[in-house]
């Protein structure tokens, strides 16, 4: 228990920075609680996501996955697409998550090695990392904020035609995606203990 009070403490001060810049967003700068709120989802989505790359037992990264996923719908019907926001809960929280937990358990393995192969990349996935934050910064420096008055509302009946009429092909691989899940996952499921792995 003293080894995770460190954690534990590091983890109770991002959250109350996180909160804290929230509150001050809403009583001294006067703003929306929507922007608050989209602040306090996008610290839950980051650190979730540092989380799924740091942590050590894969389940609990898992966890920590849908999580994640869970801030990305928030975040998207804060922007006014709640049919993106459930279909990112159904399908990433409700299948392909649980699928990755279930495939877990079902191999047993839990604990990682302590030298994880993508750790042996570190050096070149830092420089791309710098790179994309470049590219980031770069894009949001060069947008012209002032050309966007409001938020727009896209309506589900909207958004729903223009998935199923101009995106039917990229649709259908998503489907196809799911099915090589749900394969992979009674292959899975169904090999022998003995057997090749």
């Given at each position: 228990?003293?080894?995770?009070?460190?954690?534990?403490?590091?983890?109770?001060?991002?959250?109350?920075?996180?909160?804290?810049?929230?509150?001050?967003?809403?009583?001294?700068?006067?703003?929306?609680?929507?922007?608050?709120?989209?602040?306090?989802?996008?610290?839950?989505?980051?650190?979730?996501?540092?989380?799924?790359?740091?942590?050590?037992?894969?389940?609990?990264?898992?966890?920590?996955?849908?999580?994640?996923?869970?801030?990305?719908?928030?975040?998207?019907?804060?922007?006014?697409?709640?049919?993106?926001?459930?279909?990112?809960?159904?399908?990433?929280?409700?299948?392909?998550?649980?699928?990755?937990?279930?495939?877990?358990?079902?191999?047993?393995?839990?604990?990682?090695?302590?030298?994880?192969?993508?750790?042996?990349?570190?050096?070149?996935?830092?420089?791309?990392?710098?790179?994309?934050?470049?590219?980031?910064?770069?894009?949001?420096?060069?947008?012209?904020?002032?050309?966007?008055?409001?938020?727009?509302?896209?309506?589900?009946?909207?958004?729903?035609?223009?998935?199923?009429?101009?995106?039917v092909f990229p649709f259908e691989i998503v489907s196809v995606l799911l099915l090589a899940a749900v394969i992979g996952g009674v292959f899975l499921?169904?090999?022998?203990?003995?057997?090749?792995?």
């Amino acid at each position: 228990m003293r080894a995770k009070l460190p954690q534990i403490i590091l983890a109770l001060i991002i959250i109350s920075v996180v909160l804290g810049i929230a509150t001050l967003m809403l009583i001294a700068l006067k703003q929306d609680w929507q922007d608050a709120l989209l602040w306090v989802l996008a610290a839950v989505l980051i650190g979730s996501a540092l989380l799924v790359v740091t942590m050590r037992d894969i389940i609990r990264c898992g966890l920590a996955m849908i999580v994640c996923f869970l801030a990305l719908a928030g975040i998207y019907t804060l922007m006014g697409v709640p049919l993106l926001g459930a279909a990112q809960v159904i399908v990433y929280i409700g299948a392909i998550s649980v699928l990755i937990l279930f495939a877990i358990m079902l191999t047993q393995t839990k604990d990682a090695p302590s030298r994880l192969v993508f750790q042996t990349q570190a050096g070149a996935a830092s420089i791309a990392a710098v790179v994309v934050a470049i590219v980031i910064a770069l894009a949001v420096s060069a947008t012209d904020w002032g050309e966007i008055p409001r938020r727009t509302r896209l309506g589900t009946d909207v958004m729903s035609r223009i998935l199923f009429e101009q995106f039917v092909f990229p649709f259908e691989i998503v489907s196809v995606l799911l099915l090589a899940a749900v394969i992979g996952g009674v292959f899975l499921a169904k090999r022998e203990p003995g057997g090749p792995s």
